[in-house]
C-alpha cells in the first residue's frame, strides 16, 4: 500500500525536530500547522482566530529560540494553539479544553514548554523579566526570555509597569508585540492610534535597520564602534521621526513594525535580535483569523465561534425545540439599554469585553454614555468611582474573575467612599472550558468581607432585571454587586415588568417539612429541580432563594432555624467564605444548633470541563444535592432511631 508522505508537521515532536528543517520548508510548515488548527478547532471548538494570527511568529520562535531553555510566554494565551502542537501535544490537541483534556492556555504544569500559566492578560512582560532577571543573577547570559503580547492585552496597566521596568534592567528580553489592531472587539485607546501611527511611519525603522546593517560590516572596533553606532542612529532618529518612538523612550530598544506573517523575515530578524544585548520589543503586524477569510473578515465573532464547518464556514447553532431562555449577558444588555432609556444618569463601562457582557447593545444604542476602557479592570473600577461623585449612575460589568484584577480599587476607591457603584460580575461562578483561570468562584467571598457592599444573585432572568432595577433608583447610597452565570437563564419570556426588590431579604420557593435548602443565585433552579424530584419520593423540602448574601436577611434565618433541623446551603463559588460560611456564622452569632450542609465549590483548584459537568463534580448539581438530602435524612433517622432505643 502507498505509503503515504509525511507531511512536515507529522515530523515534529518538538523544536528539535523543527530546526531540521530547512528555512525554505518554513512557510510549508505554517501552512500545515494553520490547516491543522483550522480543521482541530472546527470539530472541537476553542479560541480562533488569534492562534492563526501567529502561526508564522511561533513557528519563527521555536526555530530560532532554545526553548525550553529560553523561557517563552505567551499573553492571554489564547493565541498559543500552534505553540502547543509543535511542543508535543500535536496528537492530544483534539482533547484541547475538554475535561481532563489538555488546557486552552498555557500551563507549567502540562509542558515544559509553557514557561509560565496565562489565561488573564497582560502578566507575559513582568513573568519574563523576573525570568530574565533571575538568569542574571544566575550568570545564565545565553538565556533569552521572550513575551508574545497583543495590541489588546499591552493596553492593561501591568504591562505599562512591566515596560517601566524593564526599560531600567540591563536584562535578555524580548518583548514582541504582535499587532492586529484588535482586541476581542476592535481594540480602543490612544495606545492603539499610536500603534498606527509608528506602522504607517514605519519609514524611520527601515532606514535604521539598513543604516544599522551597513554600519556592523563595517570592521568592529570594540567600544568605539558601538558607540559611533548608538550615536548615528540616534541622530537618524531625532532626524527622521519628529516624535521619540514611545518604546525606545522606556529604553527599550525598537524593532519593526515587521509583517508578523513573513516567517522568513521573522526568522532572520529573530537571529539579529537574539544576539543584541538589553531589553528589546519587536512590533510585528498580523491579521487575526489569517488565513481563514470568515475569520479575518468577522474577527470578533471568530475569536471564539465555536463549532464550524470549515469548508462552508457556517458556525454550528444548537439546535434545541421551543423557546430557549436566553443568555443573563443579554438580559443583562437588553435591561441596561431600557433603564438607561428612562434614566439619562446612567453609563455604562466593560474593560474591553464588550460583546461578552453584551454592553454592545448599549454601546450601539448610547456609544456617548458607554465606555470600553480596554482591558483596563482597575482603571475600570475607579473610573466608575469617579463618575459616581458626580452623580452618574454606573453600571460597571466585570467578569468575575478579570474583577480580581480591580480589587484594591474595589476596596480604596468605591467601598471606603461609600461609592453607589453597581457591579454587575457576569461569570460568576465555574465557567467550564476556560477553566481554572476563568472560573468566577471567589467574589462571594473576597466581596462578602467589605463593609457597605450590597452583594446579590438573581435566581433567574426576571430577578437579575429586579436586581438592576431596584440597584439604578435614586437614593442608592452604597456600592451593590449583581453576580450572574456565564450561559442561559430559565425563562424564555424574561422581559418581565421591572420591580423593586426590597434590600437584603430573600424569597420562599418552596414550603418543605423535612429540610431546608437556602441557595445563592443561579444553582436555586437545581435544587428546585431536586425538590421537585424528592417529592415524588415522599420527601418534602422547603427552598429558600436568599438573593442577597449581604446584607443577609437575618428574618428569614431565624425563621429556618426555629423550624428546620438540617439545612443545605447552595452556592456557585467556593464554600470558604461564602453564603454557607455566612449562615454558619449567623447560626453561632444566635446559638442555634442545626445539621448544615455546604454545598459549592470545594476548596481546591478546579480544571476545566463542561460546566454541567464541572457543577457534578463539585457536587451541586440537582442530583448531587439530591444525595446530600438523602443521606442527610437518613443520618436523622438512625439517629432518632438511637434516640428512641436509649430511652427505653
Ligand atoms: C485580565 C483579563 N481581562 C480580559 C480578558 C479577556 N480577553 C481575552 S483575550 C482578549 C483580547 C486580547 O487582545 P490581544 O492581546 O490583542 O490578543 P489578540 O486576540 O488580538 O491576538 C481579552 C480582552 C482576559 N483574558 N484577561
Ligand atoms: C481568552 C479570554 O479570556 C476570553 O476570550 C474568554 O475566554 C471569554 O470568555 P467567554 O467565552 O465566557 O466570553
Ligand atoms: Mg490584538
Known sequence: MKKT????????????????????????????????????????????????GTVELTAALHYVMNTPYDQLIWDVGHQAYGHKILTGRRDTFHTNRKHKGISGFPRREESVYDAFGTGHSSTSISAALGMALAAKLSGQHDKQ???????????????????????????????????????????????????????????????????????????????????????????????????ANFFEALNLRYFGPLDGHDVLKLVETLQYMRHIPGPKLLHVITTKGKGYAPAEQEKTLWHFPGLFDKVTGKIQKAIIDGPQPPKYQDVFGHSVVELAERNDKIVGITPAMLSGSSLKFMMEKMPERTFDVGICEQHAVTLAAGLAT????????????????????????????????????????????????????YDISYSRCLPGLIISAPMNESELRNLMYTAQLSG???????????????????????????????????????????????????????CEELEADGVNVALFDMRFVKPIDKHLLHHVFQHYRQLITVEDGTIIGGLGSAVLEFMAINNYHADVRILGVPDRIVEHGKVTELHKECGFDKDGIKAVVKEMLQQERIIQKLVKHESL
Open 5 to 52: 508522505k509525511l507531511s512536515l508537521l507529522d515530523q515534529i515532536n518538538n523544536p528539535t525536530d523543527l530546526k531540521k528543517l530547512k528555512r525554505s520548508q518554513l512557510p510549508q510548515l505554517c501552512d500545515e500547522l494553520r490547516e491543522f488548527i483550522i480543521e482541530t478547532v472546527s470539530r472541537h471548538g476553542g479560541h480562533f482566530g488569534a492562534s492563526l
Open 145 to 243: 526570555h521572550i513575551a508574545v503580547i497583543g495590541d489588546g492585552a499591552m493596553t492593561a496597566g501591568m504591562a505599562f509597569e512591566a515596560l517601566n521596568h524593564a526599560g531600567a534592567s540591563d536584562t535578555n528580553l524580548i518583548v514582541i508585540l504582535n499587532d492586529n489592531c484588535m482586541s476581542i472587539d476592535q481594540n480602543v485607546g490612544a495606545l492603539k492610534d499610536y500603534l498606527t501611527h509608528l506602522t504607517l511611519t514605519g519609514t524611520y525603522n527601515k532606514f535604521r535597520k539598513n543604516v544599522g546593517k551597513t554600519i556592523t560590516k563595517l570592521p568592529l572596533v570594540g567600544e568605539r564602534s558601538k558607540e559611533l553606532l548608538h550615536r548615528t542612529k540616534s541622530g537618524i532618529k531625532s532626524m527622521l521621526s519628529e516624535q
Open 390 to 441: 458626580q452623580g452618574m449612575t454606573v453600571f460597571c460589568n466585570i467578569y468575575s474573575s478579570f474583577m480580581q484584577r480591580g480589587y484594591d480599587q474595589l476596596v480604596h476607591d468605591v467601598v471606603l467612599q461609600q461609592l453607589p457603584v453597581i457591579f454587575c460580575l457576569d461569570r460568576g461562578g465555574l465557567v467550564g472550558e476556560d477553566g481554572a483561570t476563568h472560573h468566577g468562584i
Open 476 to 530: 442608592l447610597t452604597q456600592p451593590f454587586m449583581i453576580r450572574y452565570p456565564r450561559g442561559q437563564g430559565v425563562m424564555p419570556n424574561w422581559r418581565t415588568p421591572f420591580r423593586k426588590i426590597k434590600i437584603g431579604t430573600g424569597r420562599k420557593i418552596r414550603e418543605g417539612r423535612d429540610l431546608a435548602i437556602l441557595s445563592f443565585g443561579h444553582p436555586g433552579n437545581f435544587a428546585l429541580e431536586a
